[in-house]
């Protein structure tokens, strides 16, 4: 069509082509020349949507300051000031057809969760007034939801660190605890592929000087089996006032915060949501066999997703947790770190409190 075309023209130009098959869309752009008028091309549009010859999307693009709303709003037919508005639109019009032609999914009911112990250990922690839990607590929470947790020894003294390191055998990876302590590369914290009790007594002696040049407080020593090879992933959670609970999960490690690669969804999941989030990182060819590579137990992968989501639904409580990383083996996948911090919850007003 040209700058001369009539109100007439546009109408049975949308007609014609909306009686194609091989038309899935139609955008319908006027650009006001001296002669016609946006108003009368606007009802031309808003009369050709009403008689369309099969559903089609319509959508109009009136690059002027009337853009006649009302008119086509009658006619449900959306208007945008630029072509670049109305491509975006249609394209996430599309996507989410797409989403919703998908399979719902099923959210999980898992038989072996243990919820009242982890009920009592969240009550017992805000009764102390404590957020963050120590590393004791956080393993034990997260096994109260069947999450597998590399085995580990908590030690006060890097003597005790060392007879730890022999109590769980072959290599260790040693880990500071101090409170505010929270990136514990950054702050030198952490030792990995120590080889026996006598270098990991020494190790704890030298995170003991590095921890209080930081500024921190050194109170113990997370002495836990070194686990993999494997593929670093996070999995954690943050609680948003409006949402509630939002699952994130993402390519994890010591880059995470360089590399952005995350996906993220609001409980409750389904097993459609775990495995959509997964395929959708750029990350997931990692753990998908790349190059040659052995492939990940993505299928564990997807189920510590789903118990973290109920594990975080189910105790509102837990205001912000973080696993980073998961390491995903080729058979199975295991929480290497964790940390959990804890908020009390304001109850809801009864119901007849909130219809006055």
Request: hydrophobic content about 50%; some cysteine.
């Amino acid at each position: 069509m040209i700058a001369s075309a009539t109100p007439e023209q546009y109408a049975r130009a949308i007609t014609t082509l909306a009686a194609s098959d091989a038309v899935d869309a139609i955008v319908a752009i006027f650009i006001p020349p001296l002669v016609t008028r946006v108003a009368e091309v606007a009802r031309a549009i808003a009369a050709a949507a009403r008689e369309l010859p099969r559903r089609v999307p319509l959508i109009a693009v009136l690059m002027s300051e009337d853009r006649a709303q009302a008119v086509l709003a009658e006619a449900r037919v959306p208007v945008y000031p630029y072509p670049e508005d109305a491509a975006r639109a249609l394209a996430h019009a599309a996507a989410h057809a797409r989403w919703r032609a998908r399979p719902e999914g099923t959210v999980p009911a898992f038989a072996d969760v243990r919820t009242a112990d982890a009920s009592a250990l969240v009550g017992s922690a805000l009764r102390e007034g404590r957020g963050w839990l120590d590393p004791r607590e956080v393993a034990e929470l997260l096994s109260c939801y069947g999450l597998s947790v590399a085995p580990y020894r908590i030690a006060t003294a890097p003597e005790t660190a060392g007879v730890a390191a022999a109590e769980l055998g072959g290599d260790v990876a040693l880990k500071a605890i101090a409170p505010g302590l929270v990136h514990k590369t950054e702050a030198n914290a952490v030792r990995l592929g120590l080889a026996g009790p006598l270098a990991t007594e020494a190790a704890a002696r030298e995170l003991a000087a590095g921890v209080a040049r930081a500024g921190h407080q050194l109170e113990g020593y997370l002495v836990q089996r070194m686990i993999g090879p494997g593929v670093d992933m996070l999995v954690g959670m943050v609680h948003d006032p409006s949402f509630g609970p939002v699952v994130v999960c993402g390519s994890g490690g010591t880059a995470v915060e360089l590399l952005k690669d995350v996906s993220v969804r609001v409980t409750p999941l389904t097993d459609r949501d775990a495995a959509d989030m997964l395929r959708s990182l750029r990350t997931f060819p990692l753990l998908d066999g790349y190059r040659g590579r052995p492939k990940a137990d993505v299928g564990a992968l997807e189920g510590t997703i789903l118990r973290i989501a109920a594990l975080v639904e189910a105790h509102p409580e837990i205001a912000e947790l973080d696993c980073n990383p998961v390491m995903v083996l080729a058979v199975g996948a295991v929480v290497v770190d964790a940390r959990i911090r804890l908020e009390a919850v304001t109850p809801w007003p009864p119901m007849g409190a909130l219809q006055r």
